[in-house]
């Protein structure tokens, strides 16, 4: 299979997915239910997808010849962090498809990049203004206020390169401690709750999306996610309609999550975009266990050229994720009923540091 053919892949083909980490590790498991193999590429040894698949690459992403014999051994390439290397992408995509297309990352890789796509699609987002120095700092927080937020235009991720500016704040100190060049100055928003749509994109252009997610964060990580949010139909399905247009703007293969706020409203609340996440995300982990298809199936199915599946939610799903020290409570999880654990197999808990998740599905009531 070449880089420009359509990809249409039959059981016993071989998925190159790039990054070993969690979610690298449950493609790769979704993929051998289908009877597809999978081939890891990631520069860390102690990768916990590597223990999943029977191939795997340990090497650097601008390591050329890795990439290279990587690429002879797969029939797409796709990958489970969006920061792929630009380098590394344009090398794998010369010589197999890369699905997503590694362009839609120059779009996703740069938040100040991505806010402009986001607002060209007519969606609402929070203000926003780009900064490049103390002076700009100062100009973009005269034009949109206190608080606000300041990000790093790229790598950020779990709260990482980012910082939030209230009234009293050193600005000169804060741009300072943020050690960049490129960023983007947000206007806070006093949301009501946060959610998340996860989106599947075939390459014909068919959508899927999974129930409204409701997520709540603890230190800026992801801690619970509930799905169905508890918000009303017509804002679940406008959140829904939001992720599939852009989805579709992308020209998309694929899972991706759109990350909003709800916000007060005239008369009824509205959703702001804040980020998209061009991969499986950590919001769609219930649904491994709490719907008839996986984000990471429907992705599969996606990149092969397969048809998607329509998702029916089992009920009423709560995920928690297990964080640093939490993991030591795994035991006390498996006496749980109706709860499902998920452990992804790494080493020693770290603060911050995401070792597996819960999954709690309440079955819906009958009449």
Known sequence: ???????????????????????????????????????????????????????????????????????????????????????????????????????????????????????????????????????????????????????????????????????????????????????ILEAFVPFEREISVIAARSATGEVECFDVTENEHRDHILKFSRAPAAIPDALAAQARAIAEKIASALDYVGVLAVEMFVVPGNGAPAVLVNEIAPRVHNSGHWTLDGASISQFEQHIRAIAGWPLGKPVRHGDVTMTNLIGDDILSYQQWLTVPGATVHLYGKGVPRPGRKMGHVTEVTPPRKP
């Open 1 to 183: 299979m070449t880089a420009s053919d359509p990809v249409k892949l039959k059981p016993g083909d071989t998925i190159g997915i790039l990054g070993g980490g969690q979610l690298g590790r449950m493609l790769a498991m979704a993929a051998a239910r289908l009877g597809l193999r999978c081939q890891v590429f990631s520069p860390d040894p102690d990768s916990p997808a590597f223990d999943v698949v029977q191939s795997a690459t340990c090497a650097e992403y601008a390591d050329v010849g890795a990439l290279e014999l990587f690429a002879n051994d797969v029939d797409v390439v796709t990958y489970e962090f969006e920061n792929v290397p630009a380098a590394t992408a344009m090398v794998l995509a010369a010589r197999r498809p890369v699905l997503p297309a590694y362009k839609i990352l120059e779009t996703t890789q740069d938040r100040l990049i991505e806010k402009d796509f986001v607002s060209k699609l007519g969606i609402g987002t929070a203000d926003y203004a780009d900064v490049s120095s103390i002076a700009t700092l100062h100009a973009a927080i005269a034009r949109i206020g206190l608080p606000a937020v300041i990000k790093t235009r790229r790598f950020g991720y779990d709260g990482k390169g980012q910082a939030i500016i209230r009234d009293g704040d050193d600005v000169d100190q804060v741009w300072e401690d943020l050690g960049t060049k490129s960023a």
